[in-house]
């Protein structure tokens, strides 16, 4: 994995923010742990969990299972019975006509190759735990390679703000002696986030331009904007979970796919239903995207506050 920069997204946030540095009773945020085993890496802040990312043992797609507010409260719920494949926090389109997001008919398997780094740092008092993973998009049946990923994900917990912030980049390029892929997809198609049962019909989207959105079908929305958020009840505790569109993604604002009957769901989505992507060979497909945990119902613009600070970041 490329180096972190000296200038880091947590240490700019932190000083963007006027957080102080570490003192007596924020000490536990500066022990940063990436914890890596057989099936998955975990990543703590002292005694609090921040996230767990599963690499190994899945059939189909590796991902983020469990990422959880400052207060210890788990927002995500994995391979449900409705929906077997919602895996938590995960990424997945359709390449060349290769459904990775459905995992039935011949779906394509995202296949794990290595760890480029895993990553513990602690500089100038700033703590953050990350690593960077190589992914081959392959074909169902014959394991072909379509689209080769480089996916960083670094976590870290804000002490002033009361923060969990998960940076998730993923670049794209065809596989080797392909000249482009074709990225298409449903409308929710992209990095999509299952809630747990508790935050199902009883929260409120809110996003960074107060849009009301478009109905697609039922319950369903789709809504343009730099951010899009949702605060509900999880476990009998309010919290509230915004997803960031960085600036320099593709067909920046991201449209957002959400819905909150029967079940609640979140997707930031390139509108991959209406127009089609093309990955070409030497020109990379950057995506990068944040998700952001609070305990309670922050203001517009504390959100969009946290919101511009993490998009004037350098890339991971």
Not at 267 to 276: C, D, G, K, V
């Amino acid at each position: 994995m490329e180096r972190f920069r000296t200038t880091t997204v947590i240490s700019w946030l932190l000083a963007a923010l006027s957080i102080p540095n570490v003192s007596a009773d924020n000490a536990q945020t500066n022990q940063m742990r990436a914890a890596m085993d057989k099936d998955v890496v975990n990543v703590t802040s002292g005694e609090r969990v921040l996230m767990r990312y599963r690499y190994n043992g899945v059939p189909y797609k590796p991902y983020v299972d469990r990422l959880l507010s400052p207060s210890g409260v788990n927002i995500l719920l994995d391979a449900p019975a409705d929906h077997l494949h919602h895996h938590a926090l995960m990424y997945a389109v359709t390449a060349d006509g290769v459904n990775f997001w459905e995992e039935q008919q011949a779906p394509g398997r995202q296949v794990h190759l290595k760890f480029d780094d895993v990553k513990v740092d602690n500089r100038d008092d700033v703590p953050f735990a990350g690593f960077s993973e190589q992914l081959d998009w392959a074909k169902p049946a014959s394991g072909e390679s379509l689209l080769i990923e480089k996916r960083t994900i670094e976590a870290t917990y804000l002490p002033g703000p009361k923060v969990t912030l998960l940076t998730w980049q993923s670049v794209f390029k065809p596989a080797e002696g392909k000249e482009s892929v074709t990225l298409t997809g449903a409308h929710y198609h992209g990095l999509g986030l299952r809630f747990i049962r508790s935050m199902d019909t009883n929260g409120e989207f809110r996003n960074a331009d107060g849009k009301a959105g478009t109905v697609f079908r039922g319950e369903e929305l789709l809504v343009r904007s730099r951010w899009c958020a949702y605060t509900a009840e999880a476990d009998g505790k309010q919290v509230t979970v915004a997803m960031f569109d960085h600036p320099e993604n593709q067909r920046h604002p991201a449209t957002w796919f959400t819905m909150k009957t029967p079940f609640a769901y979140l997707s930031a989505t390139l509108n991959l239903h209406e127009q089609p992507l093309k990955v070409i060979a030497g020109k990379p497909l950057f995506l990068r995207y944040a998700v952001a945990i609070w305990d309670g119902s922050p203001g517009k613009d504390e959100i969009d506050n946290l919101y511009k600070l993490w998009a004037a970041t350098p890339k991971m």
